[in-house]
């Protein structure tokens, strides 16, 4: 499946006037809900409707191992990817408590894991291969695993939009990824590696900077800052970093609503956003993490988040804290009276 | 009931450091979950427990008017009050929409509303007056009025607590009342009466300056600049934020977790705090509104929010929302696995 194979249809803005006359008829002073206002008209056009409703929320947790960890990137060992995947399956981690707390369906998906799960684990096994190439030395990917990974989490995304789910999360587990991350979001912006690299799950200043030195070296043996975004996706990128890719892009052509968690998250968004821009109509941009880069990378989306919690833990935890700010959008839309039927007063005219 | 009579608990500082370390044994890099960390520590220690939990959530919207609407402050006409609590009865306001999703009993109190509301209406008749005095030319209260508003508040927190609720916030209905609260910020603050006058429900850049006029000529007149705390609210302050102060007091008093939402219910918190800076120690601040004066009024007291959505409405709105974030801090707290129980390795030794 090619990057280009999609084809994300865009918003009835016909429907703009009229929503945000139902938004400004509710009693309250025009405005006064903020960014639930905004999101609130953006469901609406997303969804083409003036009632628009949340249907069997999913988060779908990719999680994939990276070669690049033989170059001591990461604060952790590679073993955590397959052993936070195991606690996902107990249901013992954050993304797990926020999901059940907001009614989210969890999904696990061995995207490319460094280890064999048991056949009968509650998981999708779609494993590509036991972790990517290290891309210092090679690419992380073949292009031919590249557009399987994006195949297969269109497929994914295709399957669980049949289940009539139209909101889905997007997270991710894999020691190393926001290395990969990093790359790409450099490549992509062409923003400076400094404003690109950050602490990851907790390095220190000299470990930042050998990380920066690491990929820094990498782009340049790849010649890639010219490269294409499947080029760089290939080269760069993660098994579950390339699925959730196809999987926002599938999300997004069948008009569901994506809840775009963190930096490695958005450094798939990048990607697809690069080809298809329009996807953004689809996108709630839940949660501007503390790693370094996030922020930047929102910035070059000109996009505003929801939440600023201080978090850096990817899962899909942003998504699902952010989730009942959505429902609330979506609730005072559909259920709040209007001055007219609650006989409220009008603003003075000045 | 006086300001001086509360009698707010420390917190056991003893527990500090075992929940710091519960906190860092979760499968998460230390310090991954940003705010809420701090939440769940904050929390923890406000219960004394190192499982804190959160029981019968409630939130209570005080009406109120006010007497300074006379001299053109406000967007809205003075009978917005009434029909505001109406509009709680039947369900149709944002603070119900909110409430009902986040699954917090919503209880509405007329403070002092310029209204006779029919004796079988669900709220609570607590009415002090029809409406305060105009601040300009009288007080705005009698000190027997204020001291009465304080010991109402109390005294149904004291009924709700007797619910098994420990976890309260406060919202409030007052056309005109960001006129009281800014007179309030401006002389506890002595931050510049620019800092402290906003929008309110919709004034223009000429409307907001006459509003300070009005609030700096008052303030001549009254020569107010250091008056008491319960001079303050007596000359300046209104029923709702009267019994306001004395809820939060006496919810602090009772351990009870207090939701601090926006402008005009913060403006209550600093009377409080003024007395028994202590009651801090029971606060969460749940959104920092639009209007101009609540960021100030934040670092004057040294506190973070955990939303920034641009809201500007109150009724308990910024509560209502920030309520599942305070139950997702609970839950990984509690329900979240360990790196030992969970099998996951620790961070590398650097």
Known sequence: MRLSEFYIPLPDTNLRAALQEKIDHKTKPPGALGQLETLALML?????????????????????????TNEGVSAYPQAVTAQMVLNFCAGGAAINVFARQSGITLRVVDAGVAHDFPADLAITHAKIGYGTGNFLRTNAMTETDCEEALKR??????EIAAQDCNIIGFGEMGIGNTTSAAALMHIITQKPLEYCVGAGTGLDGAQIRHKRLIIAEAIAKHNALAFSPLQTLTTFGGYEIAMICGAM?????????????GFIATSALLVAYTLHPEILHYCIFSHESNENGHATMHRYLGVEPLLRLGMRLGEGTGAALAYPLVQAAVGFLNDMATFDSANVSEKISS
């Open 153 to 158: 989490g269109t497929a994914i995304v295709g």
């Open 44 to 68: 609406g056009l997303a969804q083409g409707s003036l009632s628009p409703s949340l249907m069997n929320p999913h988060i779908v947790v990719f999680a994939g191992d990276h070669g690049i």
């Open 249 to 261: 892009l599938q999300a997004a052509s069948q008009k569901m609503i994506i809840l775009v968690d």
